[in-house]
């Protein structure tokens, strides 16, 4: 066994924690989890394709941490893990240069994209060691509040970084507009650094040079475990339907003729619903157990998904108003769904191969919500110009007709839920 902590050093580490994700998850955040990225790309001429395709990427990069927590030693982890967030913020900086050194805009976009994909690459893969080294710090009784608390924190400071680039994008943005926000964000990505470097870590037992990434036995007990399967299956579909209440939306509502000062403000209104779920969320996961939050949260997504068809279709004027409501519910409820997620995923984590198994089951949080982004842009690029189909007589635009399917399938997913153990504070944590 390593040698634990002691609850003034688990204190201290919590707190650089809680700062250093304030700072450093914002540039990622203004990417994948609100409308900046996408109009960014929109911004140097991409496609729809293109663009849903990039928001995508993150949800399947953690797949590459798999080869990296078998050959990264434990022991190196913390420090591999901020060579890598250095690595990335350069990266992301070249990405906001490149426009104003590229005068070719078909070249200027395609580097633009591949800079940000390998630096959301060099991130994840980074990344790896994150979970783990928290998995340290972070008390078993207090999981849920603490990651209730982080979240919350980074994600208040991201509401109002929202509303400012909103502010300063206007209605017609300049490409140097964009590349501001892209430089503010690799500054706060360098001083989180500092205050990740500060986290402390117990001291390492004597591991055999291959004993860590013994890759065979870790799957066969994953695989085994009927809980584990059933609950991944389960969360996996769930944030597939859910997905379509993201970034697809970006394009719905750049569709129905919201400037991108109005689409980032009201796609912003999803973190705000964030922050007000995360600061009680936390309790709600220890107390209640994520069983019952779970149903909470399915039957909200199915509630959402009609919600937003029925305002589309018929709220005329009035849909920025309704929809920015529609956010701030749908972002209440993921934060909540991915809250409980993790606590879910930690009462798990075996005491050998974490970074393997936090790896997979960190996957979960991104894959659902990445392949929807996928599969609409896939629809996008088969329909081209057109936005309409016809089914049963009734003309749809082509966003509804997902919205309806992603509602659909949720609905039959419903079942999968009482087959998902129940995870609390005082749920005796399980090891191999």
């Known amino acids: 066994m390593s040698i634990t902590l002691t609850k003034a050093e688990q204190r201290r580490g919590m707190r650089y924690a809680y700062a250093g994700q304030a700072c450093g998850m914002i540039l990622l955040m203004l990417f994948i989890r609100s409308a900046f990225g996408t109009l960014f790309i929109k911004h140097l001429g991409g496609s729809d394709s293109v663009a849903m395709w990039l928001v995508a990427i993150p949800g399947f990069l953690p797949l590459l941490q798999i080869p990296v927590s078998l050959r990264i030693h434990p022991s190196r982890g913390k420090r591999f893990l901020l ?44 990344g790896t060691f994150w979970f783990p080294l928290l998995h340290d710090v972070v008390p078993a009784d207090y999981r849920g509040r603490f990651f209730g608390q982080l979240r919350a924190i980074w994600s208040t400071v991201l ?125 709600a996961v220890d107390r209640l157990g994520t069983r019952r939050l779970y149903l909470l949260v399915h039957m909200v997504i199915c509630f959402l998904l009609a919600s937003i068809i029925g305002i589309t279709r018929l709220a005329g004027e009035n849909i920025p108003t309704l929809l920015s409501v529609a956010f701030a519910f749908a972002g209440a409820t993921i934060a909540l769904s991915n809250l409980a997620c993790t606590t879910h995923i930690f009462h798990y984590v075996p005491d050998r191969g974490r970074a393997f198994f936090l790896t997979l089951a960190n996957t979960l949080l991104f894959l659902g919500p990445s392949l929807s982004a996928l599969v609409a842009g896939v629809v996008l690029a088969q329909m081209g110009a057109a936005r309409t189909v016809t089914i049963l007589g009734m003309e749809a635009n082509v966003f509804q007709v997902m919205l309806a399917t992603a509602l659909l399938g949720a609905m039959l997913a419903l079942p999968m839920w009482t087959g998902i153990a129940d995870v609390r504070a005082g749920t005796r944590i399980r090891s191999d």
């Open 159 to 283: 509401f109002a970084v929202i509303l400012g680039t909103g502010l300063l994008l206007g209605s017609a943005p300049e490409t140097w507009r964009f590349q501001v926000v892209i430089g503010l964000g690799v500054v706060l990505v360098m001083f989180r650094n500092l205050l990740v470097a500060r986290i402390p870590t117990p001291g390492q037992p004597l591991v055999a040079r291959n004993d860590f990434s013994d890759w065979k036995k870790y799957l066969k007990t994953i695989l085994s475990d009927q809980q584990v399967r059933t609950f991944a299956l389960y969360f996996a579909l769930l944030g597939l339907c859910a997905g379509f209440l993201g970034h697809p939306l970006v394009l719905y509502m750049r569709d129905l003729g919201l400037s991108p000062r109005e689409n980032i403000i009201v796609f912003g209104f999803s973190t705000l619903g964030m922050v007000a779920t995360l600061f009680v969320g936390g309790y």
């Open 83 to 126: 060579r890598c967030w250095m690595i990335y913020g350069l990266l992301m900086a070249g990405a906001a240069a490149a426009p104003s050194l590229i005068a070719d805009g078909t070249t200027e976009l395609w580097l633009v994209v591949g800079a940000v994909a390998v630096a959301l690459l060099v991130n994840v893969a980074g």
